[in-house]
């Protein structure tokens, strides 16, 4: 089972089961219905998805195992109760899809364990077409909640996949033809590059950057130029800025 807030989180959910044309296991609980509220209420009628009218206190019940930051419901919640729960897409699987393409844009995120840096990465992944984001197992952000709701529903979207070895990772991006992209001090200026069609771009924690073997793994070391007083920009603008640069 898994439990949405944020309203632009529950809306994009809705949207994706629109594509998809079912939202079996969906169900709505809310309290007053404002505005906004009605509007995903309707939506939910369209895909016959229940919605209840409660109580805030039972709302609250609904979120109390959820990270305390995910817990502000705004007086709805989608609970998703599937009775088969889909195996997650695996880097193998999308790898073997993005290998026979001619372009392809993948992320890979080191060591960013705010999960509202990589839901604000992941937003900015959407909406500049990246193909495929890449966590590690460990040593990353690990509560999906606030990545959906730091995503604004992005992560609806985006095929997300985590995997053991992110430099692991990276070797077979460049066996299957990408040109790997690194994010660090000392690098090449972003407007400099020459993109290929297929390009991966490793991001890294503010405090570290990309690891050392990570570092060694890629192909091109890519820098922002800043003249400010501080070291670093935040990492999930510092993203946003490169995907861009990337894409145009």
């Known amino acids: 089972m898994r439990t949405v807030t944020g309203f632009h989180a529950i809306e994009e959910a809705l949207r994706a089961a629109t594509e998809a044309g079912s939202a079996p296991g969906f169900r ?3 309290t007053k219905p404002g505005p906004r509220v009605k509007k995903i209420l309707q939506t939910a009628g369209t895909l016959a998805i229940p919605a209840d009218q409660t109580t805030t206190q039972e709302l ?3 979120v109390a195992k959820l990270p305390e930051t995910a817990r502000d419901h705004r007086g709805i919640v989608l609970i998703m109760e599937l009775a088969e729960e889909k195996a997650p897409l695996s880097f193998t699987e999308a790898l073997a899809e993005l290998a026979i393409r001619e372009q392809g844009l993948v992320l890979l995120l080191d060591s960013i364990t705010d999960p509202h840096n990589v839901g604000a990465i992941i937003r900015s992944a959407d909406q500049f077409g990246v193909d495929l984001v890449v966590l590690p197992d460990h040593r990353g952000a690990s509560d999906p909640e606030i990545i959906a709701r730091a ?3 992005a992560a609806s979207w985006v095929p997300v ?6 430099v692991r990772a990276a070797e077979q991006l460049k066996d299957a033809g990408f040109w790997v992209f690194g994010a660090d001090a000392g690098g090449k200026a972003a407007k400099e590059l020459e993109i290929p069609e297929k390009a991966a771009l490793i991001m890294g924690s ?6 050392r073997l990570l570092r060694e793994t890629c192909d091109t070391i890519v820098s922002i130029p800043t003249r400010g007083k501080l070291d670093s920009l935040n990492v999930s603008v510092a993203a946003g800025i490169l995907l861009y640069e990337i894409r145009r």
């Open 151 to 153: 995503s604004a529903g």
């Open 161 to 166: 996949v985590r995997v053991p070895n992110l």
């Open 28 to 30: 709505l609980l809310y």
């Open 60 to 62: 609250d019940r609904a």
């Open 206 to 211: 503010e405090g570290t950057g990309i690891s």
